[in-house]
């Protein structure tokens, strides 16, 4: 722990996903009613990098962030108060299933009415769970808190959702195939034919999907350098395979390198290495 913490610790699991309980928190209209006068600042989800969901894994960004609690709430009773920052799209009054909530946040003591969380969120791609159910949620998600104060005896004393500046980019996880170079091995001089395929989450059928018309770098580094090089730039067809030609020069490995765009996340292909003689 850094120096400074006292070393009590908070552990909070919230999934957001997990039963009607959580919908009916998130979803309730009177969440918005009472401001309970906690403060959070230093939101940060990923880092502030866009998000990347295939169509199976459960991804778990981290989310750090400072709460300072209102008068006469301590840190050191963890019970009194809760914050949960998720993302959603629409309106922050009636968003429905369009909203991935918090995985687990653990907060340690700063002072008697600071705290610093850290933990994630958890974006679950199973459709039963309506996270990510259709290709239109890749795009920028919105960010907010779902901030509670307790009585001492439990009951709920506050309530709110806050929204928050900024948005958050959720994208389709792609994936290429490894770049396989015919002939092996070859003649100086002479042409190689690069293959492979291009790929991503379809989150409507829950599998992944040719992704067609997109531009793929393919790259190559001779045999003892430290770095690729761009040879050329290479369109995949309607089944999203990719395949060219180049001059055989040197001994060396080739790859296939995509760089992503606003609603698919970047991918890079395994090697494959070509001896020239």
Same mark, same amino acid.
């Given at each position: 722990?850094?120096?400074?913490?006292?070393?009590?610790?908070?552990?909070?699991?919230?999934?957001?996903?997990?039963?009607?309980l959580?919908?009916?928190?998130?979803?309730?209209?009177?969440?918005?009613?009472?401001?309970?006068?906690i403060?959070?600042?230093d939101?940060?989800?990923?880092?502030?990098?866009?998000?990347?969901?295939?169509?199976?894994?459960?991804?778990?960004?981290?989310?750090?962030?400072?709460?300072?609690?209102?008068?006469?709430?301590?840190?050191?009773?963890?019970?009194r108060?809760?914050?949960?920052?998720?993302?959603?799209?629409?309106?922050?009054?009636n968003?429905?299933?369009?909203?991935?909530g918090?995985?687990?946040?653990?907060?340690?003591?700063?002072?008697?009415r600071?705290?610093?969380?850290?933990?994630?969120?958890?974006?679950?791609?199973?459709?039963?769970?309506?996270?990510?159910?259709?290709?239109? *949620? =890749? #795009?920028?998600?919105?960010? +907010?808190?779902?901030?509670?104060l307790?009585? $001492?005896?439990?009951?709920?004393? @506050?309530?709110?959702?806050?929204?928050?500046?900024?948005?958050?980019?959720?994208?389709?996880?792609?994936?290429?195939?490894?770049? *396989? =170079? #015919?002939?092996?091995p070859? +003649?100086?001089g002479?042409?190689?034919?690069? $293959?492979?395929?291009?790929?991503? @989450?379809?989150?409507?059928?829950?599998?992944?999907?040719?992704?067609?018309?997109?531009?793929?770098?393919?790259?190559?580094?001779?045999?003892?350098?430290?770095?690729?090089?761009?040879?050329k730039?290479?369109?995949?067809?309607?089944?999203?395979?990719?395949?060219?030609?180049?001059?055989?020069?040197?001994?060396?490995?080739?790859?296939?390198?995509?760089?992503?765009?606003?609603?698919?996340?970047?991918?890079?292909?395994?090697?494959?290495?070509?001896?020239?003689?």
């Open positions: 722990m850094n120096a400074g913490i006292r070393g009590r610790r908070r552990t909070v699991a919230v999934i957001a996903t997990a039963g009607a959580a919908l009916s928190v998130l979803n309730a209209p009177a969440a918005q009613a009472t401001d309970t006068g403060v959070v600042t939101l940060v989800i990923n880092d502030n990098k866009p998000i990347v969901v295939g169509t199976s894994r459960v991804v778990e960004p981290p989310v750090s962030l400072y709460v300072t609690l209102p008068a006469g709430y301590s840190t050191a009773d963890p019970f108060w809760d914050v949960s920052p998720f993302l959603y799209r629409g309106s922050l009054a968003y429905g299933h369009n909203y991935v918090l995985g687990s946040l653990t907060c340690y003591e700063l002072s008697s600071k705290a610093r969380c850290e933990g994630h969120l958890r974006i679950d791609p199973d459709p039963t769970h309506y996270e990510v159910d259709s290709n239109s *949620d =890749a #795009t920028k998600w919105k960010i +907010a808190l779902h901030l509670m307790f009585k $001492a005896n439990g009951n709920l004393q @506050a309530e709110e959702r806050e929204s928050r500046p900024g948005t958050v980019p959720l994208r389709r996880a792609a994936n290429l195939t490894v770049a *396989d =170079a #015919t002939p092996e070859v +003649a100086k002479k042409k190689i034919t690069v $293959a492979g395929k291009l790929t991503r @989450a379809n989150w409507t059928t829950h599998k992944n999907g040719p992704y067609a018309g997109a531009s793929v770098r393919l790259q190559f580094r001779a045999k003892g350098a430290s770095a690729f090089k761009t040879l730039w290479v369109t995949t067809n309607s089944a999203g395979a990719l395949r060219t030609q180049v001059t055989a020069s040197t001994d060396g490995d080739f790859r296939w390198m995509f760089y992503g765009n606003a609603v698919t996340g970047t991918a890079t292909s395994g090697q494959d290495y070509i001896d020239v003689r």
